[in-house]
C-alpha cells in the first residue's frame, strides 16, 4: 500500500470551521483538508460526531464510518448552545475563512449562527449550508438522511431489476453528491472573494444534488413525457451496456458505438448480428434490447468470465469482470495511482484511507493525520484557560 505524506496544498492557508456532521459535511471538509486546508471539527462533548457510533465495525473507540470521512482535521468539544460556546466560536471565526455546516433548518443553532448576522460581522466569511430538501419549497423545513434524498430524488426509482423491489445505491449517493456540489460551491466562492474581498452564502441540498445528477434521465423524461424505471444494469440509452451472466458469474460490456458493436459481433463469432435489422444501429438495439439480452446471455453462457474479458479487450470492446472491494485493494492498478494511502494515529497505529482522487502535476494531496480522537485539540486551538462548561471537562 502507498503511504502518501507530502504532495500539492493548493488550499494551504485557508482555514475552515467544520460545524456539521454526518457524512455530507464532514466529507466535504475532509476534501478541504485533503487539498491543503486548516481544517478544525467542532463537536459536542457528549459523544462527538454521531457516526463516531455508528458501528460495527469498530477501530478503538471510534466506528470506522467516522474514520472514513474525517482526516486531516483537529477535533475541539464545544457545546454550541451554551454562551460560552458560542463565544469561543465567534473567536474562531475571526481568523476562519470557510464554515461548513448542517445545522437543522429552523433550528435554535441556524438561527444563532444566521448567515446575514455572520456576514455583518466577518464579510469575508464563506458559509456552506447542506440540507436535505434546499432553502425553499414545502420540504424546507424536512429533514433527512441519504436514503430518504435517494428515494425523494428518484434514485430509487431507478435503481434494482425492472419489476423487482426498490433499491438504494452502493453508495451514499444523497449525502455525497451534495458533499462534492458543496466543496464546488465553496471553492467558487473564494475565487470570487479572491476578486471581491466578500464571502458569501453558499448553499445545496440531497434533493437539489440528487436532480443534478439525473442528466440523461431528466432529458428523456422532458423529449419524451414517459416515466423511466429501473433497467437493473442496463443503460436507458445504449445497448447492449450491462452486465451479462458468464458459465461461472457475470461481467459487464459498454457498448458506446456501431464500430463497437461490429467487433463485439467479431469477438463472440456471431457477424450476421451486425445486419440483422434488430440490432443494426444502436437506435435498434435500444428498441430490441429484450431481443438482443437473449442473443448474447445464450452467447456468453459456453464461456467463463476470465475468456469473454480476454476476448472482448482483445477486440477492444470495453469490459470488466465484476470486482469486489477485497480484489480492488490488491490490485496493482490500484497501487500505481497510489489511492490507498495510511495515515498515523495516535493510539490505534497505522490506518488505510483512501486517498483524494485528483492529482496536480501528477502528484497527489498528502494525507496529513487521522481522524481525530474527539476532543483531542481542544487545548491547543482553546488555550489553557477557558471555562469548564465549555469543553464539558
Not at 428515494?151 to 444523497?174: D, N, R, W
Not at 490506518?351 to 494531496?365: D, H, K, N, T
Amino acid at each position: 500500500m502507498n503511504t502518501t505524506h507530502t504532495g500539492p496544498a493548493p488550499l494551504a492557508g485557508v482555514r475552515v470551521l467544520d460545524l456539521s456532521k454526518i457524512l455530507a459535511g464532514p466529507y466535504a471538509t475532509m476534501s478541504l483538508a485533503d487539498l491543503g486546508a486548516d481544517v478544525t471539527k467542532v463537536e459536542h462533548p457528549d459523544g462527538g460526531d454521531p457516526t463516531r457510533s455508528w458501528g460495527p465495525p469498530f477501530v478503538g473507540p471510534d466506528a470506522t464510518y467516522y474514520l472514513a470521512i474525517n482526516r486531516g482535521k483537529k477535533s475541539v468539544t464545544v457545546d454550541l448552545k451554551s454562551e460560552e460556546g458560542q463565544d469561543v466560536i465567534h473567536r474562531i471565526l475571526e481568523e476562519t475563512d470557510v464554515v461548513v455546516e448542517n445545522f437543522k433548518p429552523g433550528s435554535g443553532l441556524q438561527r444563532i449562527f444566521d448567515y446575514r448576522t455572520l456576514s455583518e460581522r466577518y464579510p469575508h466569511l464563506v458559509v456552506l449550508h447542506i440540507s436535505a430538501f434546499g432553502e425553499d419549497g414545502p420540504l424546507r423545513d424536512e429533514p433527512g438522511y441519504d436514503m430518504i434524498a435517494q428515494a425523494a430524488g428518484g434514485l430509487m426509482s431507478l435503481t434494482g431489476e425492472p419489476g423487482g423491489a426498490p433499491m438504494k445505491a452502493g453508495f451514499a449517493m444523497g449525502d455525497l453528491g451534495a458533499a462534492l456540489f458543496g466543496l464546488i460551491g465553496v471553492l467558487a466562492a473564494l475565487v470570487e472573494r479572491s476578486r471581491t474581498g466578500r464571502g458569501q452564502y453558499v448553499t445545496t441540498s440531497l434533493f437539489e444534488c440528487q436532480l443534478a445528477l439525473h442528466v440523461n434521465w431528466a432529458t428523456n423524461y422532458f423529449a419524451t413525457g414517459e416515466r423511466p424505471a429501473a433497467l437493473g444494469s442496463g443503460h436507458p440509452n445504449l445497448a447492449p451496456y450491462q452486465a451479462f451472466p458468464a458459465s461461472d458469474g457475470y461481467f459487464v460490456l459498454a457498448v458506446g458505438n456501431d464500430n463497437q458493436w461490429g467487433s463485439l459481433c467479431s469477438a463472440i463469432a456471431r457477424d450476421e448480428l451486425t445486419t440483422d435489422p434488430r440490432f443494426e444501429r444502436n437506435r435498434d438495439r435500444v428498441a430490441n434490447r429484450g431481443d438482443l439480452e437473449r442473443e448474447l446471455s445464450t452467447a456468453f453462457a459456453s464461456g467463463t468470465v476470465e475468456h469473454w474479458c480476454d476476448t472482448l479487450a482483445a477486440h477492444a470492446v470495453p469490459v470488466s469482470p465484476i470486482r469486489h472491494l477485497d480484489e480492488i485493494y490488491a490490485d496493482p492498478h490500484t497501487a500505481a495511482l497510489g489511492m490507498i494511502g495510511t495515515v498515523d494515529h495516535p493510539t490505534l497505529g497505522s490506518l488505510q484511507q483512501i486517498a483524494f482522487p485528483v492529482s496536480f502535476a501528477g502528484e497527489r494531496p498528502r494525507l496529513t493525520s487521522a481522524p481525530p480522537v474527539l476532543g483531542a485539540d481542544t487545548d491547543e486551538i482553546l488555550g489553557a484557560h477557558r471555562p469548564q462548561s465549555v469543553v464539558g471537562g
